[in-house]
């Protein structure tokens, strides 16, 4: 658990494209940059049925299969981020999901290529970041 209740834990990605640019330095390098401490880290491939039930919020939409084969195309690397503020921090840091439309500085607007292969990925609000977090990561490596 964040050590107070000013601090937050938002859940990073570097998505398929980042991994496979080698991008994961430069960008967890500007995550600690910003002040934002990793909780936790790992490289893993998704599976199908793992990248829908992450994306599930989105199964309607006309994007979710285009996006599910995107998130299993190559391995990620997921993060817990950790400060205060920090799920609105690391959004911030993100930019706009449309790197076209990320302001300058951004880790899409530096790395993303399109609307869906847009570098990274971070949850939207406290529950989300919960949810997520603990999708990838267990208690015992969220303890250090
Ligand atoms: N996405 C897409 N097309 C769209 C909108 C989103 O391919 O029109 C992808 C993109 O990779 C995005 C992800 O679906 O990051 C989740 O969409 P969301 O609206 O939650 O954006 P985010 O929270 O990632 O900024
Ligand atoms: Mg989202």
């Known amino acids: 658990m964040p050590a107070s209740s000013a601090m937050e834990q938002t859940l990073a990605i570097c998505k398929p494209d980042s991994v496979k640019r080698n991008l994961v330095g430069q960008i967890l390098g500007q995550i600690e940059a910003s002040g934002l401490q990793i909780k936790a880290l790992k490289r893993l491939t998704l ?23 995107y ?6 690397v997921v993060a817990a981020l950790e400060g205060e503020r920090a799920i609105e921090r690391w959004r911030e840091l993100m ?41 990838f990561f267990s208690g015992i490596e969220l303890a250090g």
């Open 47 to 69: 599976t199908r049925r793992q990248a829908e039930a992450f994306y599930d919020v989105h199964k309607e939409r006309p994007f979710f299969s285009s996006l599910c084969d």
């Open 71 to 76: 998130m299993t195309s190559g391995p990620v």
């Open 95 to 135: 930019g706009a999901t449309d790197p076209a439309k990320a302001a300058e500085g951004t880790i899409r607007k530096k790395f993303g290529q399109n609307i869906e292969q847009n570098a990274v990925h971070g949850s939207d609000a406290k529950e989300t970041a919960a949810r997520e977090i603990a999708f």
